[in-house]
């Protein structure tokens, strides 16, 4: 872990919470930056990676939905801002390293809206993170058993997030029992 935090310029010695998607609003991450609030005053050592994504406005993609996508994203960034939190909270774009970010954190956040099947929390789970995901309606279910290998947030409250992300965070035995629990329901059901 030591090793892939400085091949990617992450800081030691502090623990990072790991999102990963696109920066929309139907991901949730709106939800996840007012549940790290709570986690940041807490926790000061907790730190959140967003990866994916957050560039929406490109030359031949200046139609309404991308504006509105980018809106979204700046909005966002500029709360960031205001909260005093750009230095724990980093937007790391689109990239090809996903893995490497995830093997680089401690924990998985996704409280996403609607998805089809999000393949990026087995992802997660096969690299050792314990996950505390949304629940999404004959979906997060069928991946993760509540408790036992990862955590579902049944409403969109950042409070619950909050709560399940610091309760894994501060208490390492937790951590790494969850942790190996996922990896092993990938091994067992996801190969």
Same mark, same amino acid.
């Given at each position: 872990?030591?090793?892939i ?8 010695g ?17 939800? *996840?930056?007012?549940? #790290? %609030?709570?986690v940041?005053? &807490?926790?000061?050592? $907790? ?5 994916g994504?957050? !560039?929406? *406005?490109?030359p031949? #993609? %200046?139609?309404?939905?991308? &504006?509105?996508?980018? $809106? ?5 960034k500029?709360? !960031? ?5 750009a230095?724990?909270i ?10 490497d970010y ?8 996704f ?7 999000p ?5 997660a ?18 991946i ?6 990862g955590?579902?947030?049944r ?7 909050a709560?399940?992300m ?17 990896r092993h ?7």
């Amino acid at each position: 872990k030591a090793a892939i935090r400085g091949r990617l310029g992450l800081k030691q010695g502090v623990k990072y919470i790991c999102f990963v998607g696109s920066v929309e609003k139907r991901k949730g991450v709106d939800v *996840l930056i007012a549940a #790290f %609030e709570e986690v940041a005053e &807490q926790s000061p050592d $907790a730190n959140l990676l967003v990866v994916g994504p957050d !560039v929406f *406005l490109k030359p031949g #993609f %200046e139609d309404r939905p991308y &504006q509105q996508a980018q $809106a979204f994203v700046d909005t966002l960034k500029q709360h !960031v801002n205001a909260l005093g939190l750009a230095s724990r909270i980093t937007f790391i774009g689109q990239t090809n390293l996903v893995s490497d970010y995830l093997q680089a954190s401690d924990l998985f956040a996704f409280p996403s809206h609607r998805e089809g099947f999000p393949n990026v929390i087995i992802e997660a789970m096969a690299c050792g993170l314990p996950c505390v995901v949304s629940y999404l309606d004959g979906i997060s279910e069928d991946i993760i058993h509540d408790g036992v290998d990862g955590f579902i947030i049944r409403n969109h409250d950042p409070s619950l997030y909050a709560k399940r992300m610091l309760q894994v965070l501060n208490d390492r035995a937790l951590s790494e029992q969850i942790g190996r629990a996922a990896r092993h329901t990938v091994e067992r059901e996801f190969r």
